[in-house]
């Protein structure tokens, strides 16, 4: 059994077909069958089931994937290693939340980029779940999200700790009682998709406030979701520093959450058995050192939010 025969193995499982795989290989079919039947015949054992529509894998096909992936995974790192001459370059693949990508990576970029050239960053914005599901897929290399985050394979170094308020519109007029604003017919939490931690911060509040028939809307961006804040479709959860603009400029107000809810702290993942590039190194370095500072107080006037 050989790395190459194993690469080809994989092709096909996730192509679900030897001519995706093939496609995907830039080789031909035949080729591709003759490495599956070569595996197949070491293992002793068939790998795949074939029909018109493509392949299944067999009980052994499934039981091997996990190794093959593996064995990928740990011929890739060491390429990293013996490649790795302690310059950063090469590609870095990066998650974020929204919000952070928004607020705080801009600095960190520009940083990140002027001293170390070398590097092609590739941004990846989406939410909490997701970003640190693809972290332990390996599928990027780190990422910004709500901590704590406490998953057996991560490690996790603290950035900054962030202050969540509710906004909502100048339309609703004085707003006490987050209750009575939540129950109202023509009004809806506003908040990205699942798998977002300040929907999740949000909906905790809100049954802290008793709150449980939530009509929520879903949107993709955060200008988005204060856009709707703004034209007084509903409310939504968001750092402070996201929302300061459109409270300066009068299209929102900010309310502030009680303290057991109100901070929330981003934290950098990345996978604690795997090797830490001198480029990702650089950049985890970059990252803590742009926010070591206290964040500046902010005077303008805030409301504060009751529980019913």
Same mark, same amino acid.
């Given at each position: 059994?050989?790395?190459?025969d194993?690469?080809?193995?994989?092709?096909?499982?996730r192509?679900?077909?030897?001519?995706?795989?093939?496609?995907?290989?830039?080789?031909?079919?035949?080729?591709?069958?003759?490495?599956?039947?070569?595996?197949?015949?070491?293992?002793?054992?068939?790998?795949?089931?074939?029909? %018109?529509? *493509?392949?299944?894998? /067999?009980?052994?096909?499934?039981? &091997?994937? $996990?190794?093959?992936e #593996?064995?990928? @995974?740990?011929?890739?790192?060491?390429?990293?290693?013996?490649t790795?001459?302690?310059?950063?370059?090469?590609?870095? %693949?990066? *998650?974020?939340?929204? /919000?952070?990508?928004?607020?705080? &990576?801009? $600095?960190?970029?520009? #940083?990140?980029? @002027?001293?170390?050239?070398?590097?092609?960053?590739?941004?990846?914005?989406?939410?909490?779940?997701?970003?640190?599901?693809?972290?332990?897929?390996?599928?990027?290399?780190?990422?910004?999200?709500?901590? $704590?985050?406490?998953?057996?394979?991560?490690?996790?170094?603290?950035?900054?700790?962030?202050?969540?308020?509710?906004?909502?519109?100048?339309?609703?007029?004085?707003?006490?009682?987050?209750?009575?604003?939540?129950?109202?017919?023509?009004?809806?939490?506003?908040?990205?998709?699942?798998?977002?931690?300040?929907?999740?911060?949000?909906?905790?509040?809100?049954?802290?406030?008793?709150?449980?028939?939530?009509?929520?809307?879903?949107l993709?961006?955060?200008?988005?979701?204060?856009?709707?804040?703004?034209?007084?479709?509903?409310?939504?959860?968001?750092?402070?520093?996201?929302?300061?603009?459109?409270?300066?400029?009068?299209?929102?107000?900010?309310?502030?959450?009680?303290?057991?809810?109100?901070?929330?702290?981003?934290?950098?993942?990345?996978?604690?058995?795997?090797?830490?590039?001198?480029?990702?190194?650089?950049?985890?370095?970059?990252?803590?050192?742009?926010?070591?500072?206290p964040?500046?107080?902010?005077?303008?006037?805030?409301?504060?939010?009751?529980q019913?």
């Amino acid at each position: 059994m050989n790395s190459v025969d194993l690469k080809f193995f994989q092709a096909v499982v996730r192509a679900n077909s030897i001519g995706g795989a093939a496609s995907v290989l830039h080789t031909v079919q035949s080729n591709v069958t003759a490495r599956i039947k070569s595996l197949e015949e070491e293992i002793g054992a068939t790998l795949f089931h074939r029909s %018109r529509r *493509g392949v299944t894998l /067999t009980a052994t096909g499934i039981q &091997l994937v $996990p190794y093959a992936e #593996r064995v990928g @995974e740990l011929l890739d790192e060491a390429k990293r290693v013996v490649t790795d001459r302690g310059t950063p370059s090469g590609l870095l %693949r990066i *998650g974020s939340m929204e /919000t952070t990508a928004a607020l705080r &990576l801009p $600095p960190i970029l520009v #940083r990140y980029s @002027e001293d170390y050239p070398e590097v092609d960053v590739l941004m990846e914005a989406g939410p909490t779940e997701q970003l640190v599901s693809e972290v332990v897929a390996r599928k990027l290399d780190g990422a910004f999200v709500s901590g $704590p985050i406490t998953h057996p394979e991560l490690q996790s170094l603290s950035i900054i700790e962030e202050e969540l308020v509710v906004i909502s519109s100048l339309r609703i007029g004085e707003l006490t009682n987050l209750q009575a604003l939540a129950t109202s017919p023509i009004l809806k939490v506003l908040a990205f998709r699942s798998g977002c931690s300040y929907r999740r911060r949000m909906d905790t509040f809100l049954a802290i406030c008793g709150v449980t028939n939530i009509r929520w809307m879903e949107l993709g961006t955060m200008d988005g979701i204060i856009g709707c804040v703004a034209a007084g479709i509903g409310v939504a959860m968001l750092p402070r520093g996201v929302v300061q603009a459109a409270a300066t400029d009068g299209r929102v107000i900010i309310h502030q959450l009680p303290d057991n809810l109100r901070l929330a702290t981003t934290v950098f993942v990345t996978r604690s058995d795997e090797y830490l590039s001198a480029a990702l190194q650089a950049f985890m370095t970059v990252a803590s050192e742009a926010h070591s500072r206290p964040q500046s107080a902010r005077p303008e006037p805030v409301r504060y939010l009751q529980q019913a």
